[in-house]
């Protein structure tokens, strides 16, 4: 999850748009999002749907006025090999936004037995939201329920690399928040278990995120000066130092 696949399925759709061809992109209706007429990314970008149904044999023949057909959200649907090996042999051109396993790293049936059948495949990758890692291929849930349909965002579920999904399903802590942040503004999610050792400031996240995939998930990264400070000119406040305490700065040189 977090990929983008959503996100590439409407860029998608909007190059056949300026393209001029037709599109019938549907949605699984159980799958609200923000809106339910439309599907939507993460990050609230909405593509309005031609249907929302739960099985695609519920949509008919109402393809057959199209050029492109888009599904979101595939692996919801459990005739999704029928339908795209019928609407891609009338000559269509069909595009699958699915996830290919669970939260369990268990595969999505369906997905597994069109994969087969697709002319192209392209695998997304999320970045892990413990150690700022760019390799998530995993889905870690952080809420308690053994139920596999069960939809929702940022709340319930989070992207992982391999080691960092090791050790929170090994583990099975809850998730807290790191209260000083990563650099960049997202707040990084460790068990409960490592709350003493959360990252502390001034503290590289490359240098983390190395650390952690060489360690197999523990982190035992050196802290070190953020190399945005040295290309701003100004060092960055420590959290010891108060907002009056002289700090030696360089004026920050303005690039036309």
Known sequence: MFAGKTTELMSRVNRNFLARYSCYVIKYSKDKGYTKENISTYDRRTLPATVSVNKLSEVGNAWHDYDVIAVDGGQFFPDILEF???????????????????????????????????????????????????????????????????????????????????????????????????????????????????????????????????????????????PNSKLLGKRQRTPLESPSSPVDEKPVRKLC
Do not use: W
């Open 84 to 226: 795209c090996s019928m609407v891609a042999n009338a000559g269509k051109k069909v595009i699958v936004a699915a996830l290919d396993g669970d939260y369990r790293n268990e595969p999505f049936e369906h997905i597994a037995k069109l994969i087969p059948a697709a002319e192209s495949v392209t695998k997304l990758s999320a970045v892990c939201m413990s150690c700022k890692s760019c390799d998530a291929y995993y889905t870690h849930r952080t809420v308690q329920s053994e139920q596999r349909e069960l939809i929702g965002g940022a709340g319930m579920y989070i992207a992982t690399c391999r080691a960092c999904y090791n050790r929170l399903n090994n583990q099975g802590g809850s998730l807290v928040e790191n209260p000083e942040g990563p650099q960049g503004g997202v707040a990084a999610l460790h068990t409960v278990e490592d709350a003493n050792e959360l990252i502390p400031p001034g503290v590289d996240v490359a240098s983390v995120d190395a650390s952690c995939r060489d360690s197999g998930g523990s982190r035992t990264a050196t802290p070190q000066s953020s």
